[in-house]
T-cell receptor
Framework: AQSVTQLGSHVSVSEGALVLLRCNYS??????LFWYVQYPNQGLQLLLK??????LVKGINGFEAEFKKSETSFHLTKPSAHMSDAAEYFC???????????FGAGTTVTVRA | DVKVTQSSRYLVKRTGEKVFLECVQD?????MFWYRQDPGLGLRLIYF???????EKGDIPEGYSVSREKKERFSLILESASTNQTSMYLC????????????????FGAGSRLTVL
């Protein structure tokens, strides 16, 4: 079964600074990869997904992620943080022929004014 | 847009009580899921249903059961609630495509926060 590691449970950035959230998965076979965001007291929303097309994936709200097979990574970035980006972010992975989506432990992003 | 509705946002129950968490989706999705979310542990899958009356155990099914009598509704049941089941419970559904393939995304409900005293 797939496993997902998110490095850093908390990230604090200044408004306007780069946001970088790290995600590594366990499989040697490229799976489907997702980033979800959870705002306070809400469910999870999809930010973006990788499905074996372009390795650089653009999502909503200015986020993007790059799939690197050699590093088994799918790190999420945003060039310039906004106060509204304060939330918890989850990386998730699913094998191509499996129903199960496995989530990382999550990274909470705080944005300083 | 797909809407996944969880009937209760906040519940407080006592140890030993039977608890029902209800989830309804409005887009005729075949697949529905129940996850549990705890700080530092992310989301863990409790049960999955791929069709009416069909279910599969996830990673942490102990102490839980599920019911799917109609396609749009997936219920999570705690037969005898315990304090270690205090958590946020998230329901999700997934759209068209075969059960075990495709990159179709999960759509989540807003969550049900359960406190067991």
């Amino acid at each position: 079964a797939q496993s997902v590691t998110q490095l850093g449970s908390h990230v604090s950035v200044s408004e306007g600074a780069l946001v970088l959230l790290r995600c590594n998965y366990s499989s040697s076979v490229p799976p489907y990869l997702f980033w979800y965001v959870q705002y306070p007291n809400q469910g999870l929303q999809l930010l973006l997904k990788y499905t074996s097309a372009a390795t650089l994936v653009k999502g909503i709200n200015g986020f993007e992620a790059e799939f690197k097979k050699s590093e088994t990574s799918f790190h999420l970035t945003k060039p310039s943080a906004h106060m509204s980006d304060a939330a918890e972010y989850f990386c998730a992975v699913r094998d191509v022929n499996d129903y199960k989506l496995s989530f990382g432990a999550g990274t909470t992003v705080t944005v300083r004014a | 847009d797909v809407k996944v509705t969880q009937s209760s946002r906040y519940l407080v129950k006592r140890t030993g009580e039977k608890v029902f968490l209800e989830c309804v989706q409005d887009m005729d999705h075949e697949n529905m899921f129940w996850y549990r979310q705890d700080p530092g542990l992310g989301l863990r899958l409790i049960y999955f249903s791929y069709d009416v009356k069909m279910k599969e155990k996830g990673d942490i099914p102990e102490g839980y059961s599920v019911s799917r009598e109609k396609k749009e509704r997936f219920s999570l049941i705690l037969e005898s609630a315990s304090t270690n089941q205090t958590s946020m419970y998230l329901c999700a559904s997934r759209g068209q495509g075969s059960t075990f393939s495709g990159a179709n995304v999960l759509t989540f409900g807003a969550g049900s926060r359960l406190t067991v005293l």
